[in-house]
């Protein structure tokens, strides 16, 4: 130790000795290092119970101590789990290697033999301390990043949730979604609404990456996206084409893009009322119509994934949907998704299961489409959020 004291340090200290004069030379070792909240204790049982009921930073244990020697200390202190939160330096005149093994396997964070040189004391101190404040730091951050998540999640789940007036003679569609959320939080994106003229909207897409910003980009997309289509008008005053739309979205996804994150999008406009579909495919695979006479992927040119280049233009494709017919969209995870062997679930297993849906309800698709790639993956993990929109244009009465 140094010969003028330190300036006071706040770390909480219990000192478990039995020794008179071992005590008075750690006190006064602790004391020119600056530390000011020491408690001691003379036997291992007021020991025990004072690290049981007190928030320690450390405790400096002594082995040999009356009523209950400090290996039971240490078991006991352990055994409660109270080293989790308060590391425990064992401060013993016995050298035996096997009960320094002992210490340390109990959960000791460091051992020191007396006698200790007074800087080699500080010195192991300040290493336990530091260490301590290190693991409450990753501890707390890890706790921060759990609270994150979660409010991400639910930020997610409060984005995906789609309200739709029900079938009828003035909306004669029946839609149905399914978000199957992968462990990992993702930026999948599903959407479907209504504007003003009638018009059925819908996105389906993901955003790369995992994690808050993965969720904050996609609610950000979902924003401009609807923004955009409930809004914005052309240059004659009438609503803005989708093409347009998507190149508009694109270059606000572009500013301030500092991660590089890329949007995949299937953008869908509905007339109800004719069957009349306008689409596009940005990054996204082909979606499928399902009709009594089969199954037909709706395939077009595939645009650049928003976000990444401000000057990319996008080709809007057309389809007339006829009543009865069924439009399946979905991202490309139930593609890539695979199973213990590193099998992935593929498209050609895709496209029999939906050939077996072709009269089937859209909830009916989606459900069947969930079982399907759960039971394909079986007890593999699910890597990526499961997305799936299925939607049917209704016969005339």
Partial sequence: MRDTELPPRSERLLVVEDDPFSLQLI????????????????????????????????????????KLNGIEVLRRLKREGILTSTPVMVLSSLTDFDETVRCVELGAEDYLAKPFNALLLQTRIDACLEKRRLTNRISADQEQEVRQLDAARSLQASLLRIGLAPPGPDFPVELSTLFEPAPAVGGALIDAFTINDGTLCIVVGTVSGIGISAVLEMARTRSLVRG????????????????????????????????????????????????????ACVGQPDPCVLSASGLLPLTGERGRMLGLEPDQTYRIESRQ??????????????????????VPYGGQRLMGTLQSLLGASPATIVETLKDEVRRHIADGRLTDDIVVLALRLQAAA
Wanted: some cysteine.
């Fill in 27 to 66: 006190e006064m070792y602790l004391h020119k290092a600056g530390f000011t909240e020491i408690t001691v204790a003379t036997d291992g049982r007021l020991g025990l119970e004072l690290a049981r009921t007190n928030p320690f930073d450390l405790v400096l244990l002594d082995l040999n101590l009356p």
């Fill in 228 to 279: 955009f289509l409930e809004a914005a008008r052309d240059d004659d005053g009438g609503p803005m084409q989708a093409d347009k739309i998507l190149t508009a979205v694109n270059q606000e996804l572009c500013r301030d893009n500092a991660l590089g994150q890329s949007v995949t999008l299937f953008l869908g406009l509905l007339t109800p009322a004719t069957g009349a579909l306008a689409f």
């Fill in 321 to 342: 949907l006829e009543p009865g017919e069924a439009l399946v969209v979905f991202t490309d995870s139930i593609l890539t998704m695979t199973n213990a062997e590193a």
